[in-house]
């Protein structure tokens, strides 16, 4: 299996960036496709932006295209989320997940990281 941790997040001006990390340890990091998440306060979890095993394909949703940016480095591990023009509805606990390559969901998951934009 696989351990994730979230970092990076923060209270940013609204129209700012910053760059979520999720480090990953345990089982081989380019065994899994992964993928960010978000919940909101009193909102379902979300899906986000989504990356293949070796970072050849990725995926952002139309709420977050443009400004949202999804990566990896496999030699160190590590996911990336890079967010850019922040807006008040970007504020959010952002989750990394793991998806095994044979596997139809993701079965491992971070503790999380706040976002907060201020206006």
């Known amino acids: 299996q696989v351990q994730l941790v979230e970092s990076g997040g923060g209270l940013v001006q609204a129209g700012g960036s910053l760059r979520l990390s999720c480090a990953a340890s345990?089982?081989?990091?380019?065994?899994?496709?992964m993928g960010w998440f978000r919940q909101a306060p009193g909102k379902e979890r979300e899906f986000v932006a989504g990356i293949s095993w070796s970072g050849g394909s990725t995926y952002v949703t139309d709420a977050v295209k443009g400004r949202f940016t999804v990566s990896r480095d496999n030699d160190k591990n590590t996911l990336y989320l890079q967010i850019n023009s922040l807006k008040g509805e970007d504020r959010a606990g952002y989750y990394c997940?793991?998806?095994?390559?044979?596997?139809?969901?993701?079965?491992?998951w971070g503790q999380g990281t706040q976002v907060t934009a201020s206006s």
């Open positions: 997940g793991a998806k095994p390559l044979r596997s139809d969901g993701y079965d491992y």
């Open positions: 345990g089982r081989t990091f380019s065994s899994y496709n």
